[in-house]
């Protein structure tokens, strides 16, 4: 027989060590976009893979390299989903919830995408999608913007940054990237290995390099600012402003333009130097155009995508992560009548108690051992049953943590007890 099985590279464990601060995450996610009347869509991770090669762009790095793709039993090509817009852009033409309608959506999920793996970056991935379609102003832009400045608040993040963009129409872009090639195949020679290929396929992408000789000679470079249409203009003109009377501070990066085909007017990221590379943490923007490239009728949208690798590598590195929450009681049981009759009181003291974390001893031993493992569960009180209790209808009560001595209290007054003692916890 072979070895130990591993899990695929890039695609991790979740250990239950660090489950808690995904939970914290994920709760006060939820809970904040509910807050600004957005609701849940649960979608496939698995799509036919023309929808992203579609909305995507067949030459973009994740359709001809990263993608998961493979050929199901009936001969149709299948892909692990690696974003998440496309399919909630399907799912709205598929059952009709575009027509006349606006619609604020929000998806969580695993992605997948065929990557070198290092920090942040991982090829299975798990991110938050909002969705906002049938609203074209920049007020639902910067609504966007202003929910994931108070998304950090609640967190309890800070030092983020926020960059802003706008692309302008795909007429404007196309005039650009004409002008952008020609200046770029000039300087060729300066250009890295990376800047080459997409010089051929998505030249925009240049702009965003991370080669800092690229960036240097990029200064001089066209600018897409100098192309935009009128109206993406006046777009991104109301757009700062509502920012601005917002008071939320934002850098304008010229360089920014996402890495999807169907963005346009604002983009925008969240980034953070604490991450080493991968420094986004939250990316979105416009994409007016996807829904009607999907067979749909044009319909405005916007949206963003949040990873939460690195929100919560953020977290743990800041200490802002809450405590795991721990037993209010762990229940001690000596003596088989009282293993017996334990599983039955922690049942009862669950339903009486609403909230009340319980966690009952099983599998036997001595009150010694029992105790010791009531201690390392980190429960404050220990709550005993063994045959002199059962034999005088009580529970015994003993603190374990600070001072206090044990004490017995009828079953019946059980209730009450606990529940006084856990306001004073």
Not at 72 to 101: K, M, Y
Not at 172 to 187: G, H, P, S
Not at 372 to 384: Q, R, W
């Given at each position: 027989?072979?070895?130990?099985?591993q899990?695929?590279?890039?695609?991790s464990?979740?250990?239950p060590?660090?489950t808690p601060?995904?939970?914290f995450v994920?709760?006060?996610?939820?809970?904040?976009?509910s807050?600004?009347g957005?609701?849940?869509?649960?979608?496939?991770?698995?799509?036919?893979?023309?929808?992203?090669?579609?909305?995507?762009?067949?030459?973009t790095d994740?359709v001809?390299?990263?993608?998961?793709?493979f050929?199901?039993?009936?001969?149709?090509?299948l892909t692990?989903?690696p974003?998440?817009t496309a399919g909630?852009v399907?799912?709205?033409?598929?059952h009709?919830l575009?027509?006349?309608?606006?619609?604020r959506?929000?998806?969580?999920?695993?992605?997948?995408r065929?990557?070198r793996p290092?920090?942040?970056?991982?090829?299975?991935?798990h991110?938050?999608?909002?969705?906002?379609f049938?609203?074209?102003?920049?007020?639902?832009?910067?609504e966007?913007?202003?929910?994931?400045a108070?998304?950090?608040r609640?967190l309890?993040?800070?030092g983020?940054?926020?960059q802003?963009n706008?692309?302008g129409?795909?007429e404007?872009?196309a005039?650009?990237?004409e002008?952008?090639?020609?200046?770029?195949?000039?300087r060729e020679?300066?250009?890295?290995?990376?800047?080459r290929?997409?010089?051929a396929t998505?030249?925009?992408?240049?702009?965003?390099?991370k080669?800092?000789?690229?960036q240097?000679l990029?200064?001089?470079a066209?600018r897409?600012?100098?192309?935009?249409?009128a109206?993406s203009?006046?777009?991104?003109?109301?757009?700062r402003?509502?920012?601005?009377?917002a008071g939320?501070?934002?850098?304008?990066?010229?360089?920014?333009?996402?890495?999807?085909?169907?963005y346009?007017?604002t983009?925008?990221e969240?980034v953070t130097?604490r991450?080493?590379a991968?420094g986004?943490v939250?990316?979105?923007g416009?994409?007016?155009a996807l829904?009607?490239?999907?067979?749909?009728?044009?319909?405005?949208?916007?949206g963003?995508?949040l990873?939460?690798?690195?929100?919560?590598?953020l977290?743990?590195?800041?200490?802002?992560?809450?405590p795991?929450?721990?037993?209010?009681?762990?229940?001690?049981?000596?003596?088989?009548a009282?293993a017996r009759r334990?599983?039955?009181?922690?049942e009862?003291?669950r339903e009486?108690v609403?909230g009340?974390r319980?966690?009952t001893?099983?599998g036997?031993?001595?009150?010694?051992?029992?105790?010791?493992k009531a201690?390392?569960?980190?429960?404050p009180?220990?709550?005993v049953?063994?045959?002199d209790?059962?034999?005088?209808g009580q529970?015994?009560?003993?603190p374990?943590?600070?001072?206090?001595e044990?004490?017995?209290?009828a079953?019946?007054?059980?209730?009450?007890?606990?529940?006084e003692?856990?306001?004073e916890?």
């Amino acid at each position: 027989m072979s070895g130990i099985l591993q899990a695929i590279r890039g695609m991790s464990d979740i250990l239950p060590d660090r489950t808690p601060a995904w939970q914290f995450v994920e709760t006060v996610v939820r809970e904040q976009l509910s807050a600004y009347g957005y609701r849940e869509i649960r979608l496939p991770i698995v799509e036919k893979t023309e929808l992203f090669k579609r909305s995507i762009g067949e030459v973009t790095d994740i359709v001809e390299k990263e993608m998961y793709t493979f050929t199901d039993r009936n001969g149709d090509s299948l892909t692990l989903r690696p974003e998440g817009t496309a399919g909630c852009v399907r799912a709205c033409i598929q059952h009709g919830l575009l027509h006349n309608q606006v619609q604020r959506l929000w998806y969580a999920g695993p992605m997948f995408r065929h990557e070198r793996p290092q920090k942040g970056r991982y090829r299975q991935f798990h991110q938050v999608g909002v969705e906002v379609f049938g609203l074209q102003g920049p007020d639902v832009d910067a609504e966007l913007l202003l929910l994931t400045a108070r998304l950090w608040r609640r967190l309890g993040l800070d030092g983020l940054e926020l960059q802003i963009n706008t692309l302008g129409t795909s007429e404007a872009r196309a005039v650009y990237r004409e002008r952008l090639v020609d200046w770029l195949r000039a300087r060729e020679d300066r250009l890295d290995d990376d800047s080459r290929r997409r010089l051929a396929t998505n030249p925009l992408r240049i702009l965003d390099s991370k080669n800092p000789e690229v960036q240097s000679l990029l200064a001089d470079a066209p600018r897409l600012e100098d192309h935009l249409d009128a109206g993406s203009k006046q777009h991104f003109a109301g757009l700062r402003a509502l920012l601005d009377d917002a008071g939320l501070a934002y850098r304008i990066n010229p360089h920014l333009v996402r890495g999807l085909d169907y963005y346009g007017r604002t983009v925008f990221e969240w980034v953070t130097d604490r991450l080493g590379a991968q420094g986004t943490v939250c990316a979105g923007g416009r994409y007016d155009a996807l829904v009607e490239w999907l067979g749909g009728k044009p319909t405005p949208a916007a949206g963003f995508a949040l990873g939460l690798e690195r929100l919560i590598a953020l977290l743990e590195d800041a200490g802002a992560v809450p405590p795991a929450a721990v037993p209010h009681v762990y229940l001690v049981l000596a003596g088989e009548a009282a293993a017996r009759r334990g599983l039955v009181l922690a049942e009862q003291l669950r339903e009486a108690v609403p909230g009340l974390r319980i966690l009952t001893h099983c599998g036997g031993g001595s009150f010694k051992s029992q105790f010791k493992k009531a201690d390392k569960s980190g429960a404050p009180l220990a709550l005993v049953l063994g045959e002199d209790e059962i034999g005088s209808g009580q529970v015994g009560i003993k603190p374990l943590r600070g001072q206090g001595e044990q004490e017995h209290v009828a079953q019946d007054a059980l209730v009450a007890r606990l529940t006084e003692l856990l306001t004073e916890l």
